[in-house]
């Protein structure tokens, strides 16, 4: 009991069969300007340009963190850069996808709307047990509100995901994002 069989989604075999050393897929989606590149910017280089559109376009950055249970998990994040406008890649671009994150600016209720088109795009072409987050950026432009923390939270709820509030700009929860992350990804046994 509580032996994980079968294939994990995202985990490659190989790299894994160290139960201490994970390497997963994450897949950013989200509308354009909501602050993808520059969250994955933060987290991976610890900087914030605002000037620079940053596209990591078809490739992807890594970053590897470790937790506190001593286990090192290796982000490979795929941006989506230009997915929208090849919807027929998107089940591509899904694949073997272990995390997906759904970052919306807390400032356009428009983003939060395409949000939710993702969540549902995600039910259909993503793995299910695929570990999937929600993330309301620009949270520094608070000035701006003009979507609920409430209203972020009921929706991860109602989903199963986690839900938290960011900003690439002043790196307010960028780190935690990818550390709680973590902590939710399924573990190899270490038999396997
Ligand atoms: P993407 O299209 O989703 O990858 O969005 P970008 O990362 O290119 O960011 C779009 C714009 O939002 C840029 O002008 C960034 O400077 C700005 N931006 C991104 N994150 C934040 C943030 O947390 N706070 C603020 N104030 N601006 C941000």
């Not at 997963?24 to 933060?42: A, E, N, P, Q, Y």
């Not at 939060?112 to 620009?138: C, R, S, T």
């Not at 995901?161 to 700009?169: P, V």
Request: hydrophobic fraction near 40%.
């Amino acid at each position: 009991p509580g032996k994980n069989s079968g294939a994990l989604n995202g985990l490659s075999s190989s790299e894994n069969a160290d139960a201490k050393n994970l390497r997963v897929k994450l897949v950013l989606l989200g509308d354009s300007g909501v602050g993808k590149s520059c969250i994955v910017l933060r987290f991976v280089r610890g900087e914030f340009d605002a000037t620079s559109k940053v596209t990591v376009g078809a490739s992807f950055l890594s970053q590897t963190i470790a937790l506190q249970d001593s286990t090192t998990v290796k982000f490979e994040i795929w941006d989506t850069a230009g997915q929208e406008r090849y919807s027929a890649l998107a089940p591509l671009y899904y694949r073997g996808a272990a995390v997906a994150v759904i970052v919306y600016d807390i400032t356009s209720p428009e983003s939060f709307k395409k949000a939710q088109y993702w969540v549902k795009e995600l039910q259909k072409h993503g793995a299910p047990d695929i570990v999937m987050a929600l993330v309301g950026n620009k949270a520094d432009l608070h000035e701006k509100r003009e979507v609920l923390t409430d209203d972020g939270m009921e929706l991860a709820e109602k989903n199963g995901m986690f839900f938290i509030e960011t900003s690439a700009k002043t790196a307010d929860n960028i780190n935690q994002l990818f550390e709680e992350i973590g902590k939710r990804l399924p573990r190899p046994s270490p038999s396997s």
